[in-house]
C-alpha cells in the first residue's frame, strides 16, 4: 500500500509559512509564491431540461411529478433556472415559477423556498434566468399559469447546476 508523501510547513517571518517542501498540485507547484493548491481543472456544467409542457392550462399549476428533481447534493452551490413560455395574445397575466426544496431527493417541501415572476407581455415568448447561490439537496419547480381564462404554451424549465 503507498504511503502519502508528507511534508513539514513552518512558520518564518511575519504571517508567512513555508510552503518549500510542499507536492505539487494538479501539477501546479505550491511555494510561497504559490501558498494554496490551485485546482486548475476546469468546472463543468451541466444543462437539463427538467419540466417540458406544451401547455398549461387557464388558472393551473404544474404538479412536482412533471418535473425531475435536481441533484445538488454534492455540494457544488450554484444553480440557474431558465424559463420558457409563449403567452396568448389575449391573456392578461404571466406565470409565477415556485422553487420547492428537499432534504432527501425524495421529500419534498409543501411551502415555496423561493418564488417569482417572470415577464410578461401578452402574445410574447419569454425566456428568463434567475440564479441561485445557495444550494438545498434537491430542488424541484412549479409552474403556475395566472392567466384565469387563457392557457400559457411551450412551457420548459431548464436547470444549470455546476461549480
Known sequence: MPTEPSFTVEQRGI???????????????????????????????????????ASIVA?????????????LSDGLGKLTLTIEATYNLAATQGIKIHVRTSYDGTNFDTEDWDSWNPSFT????????KHYDASPYAIKFLVENLDGARAVTGVKVIATAGP
Do not use: W
Request: proline share 8%.
Open 122 to 129: 401578452a402574445g410574447a415568448t419569454i425566456r428568463q434566468t
Open 59 to 71: 388558472g393551473a399549476t404544474t404538479a412536482l411529478v412533471d418535473c425531475d428533481a435536481i441533484d
Open 15 to 53: 504571517g508567512k509559512p513555508d510552503y518549500s517542501m510542499s507536492p505539487s498540485v494538479y501539477g501546479a507547484s505550491v511555494s510561497t509564491e504559490n501558498p494554496l493548491p490551485v485546482d486548475i481543472t476546469p468546472g463543468i456544467k451541466t444543462a437539463t431540461t427538467i419540466l417540458d409542457e
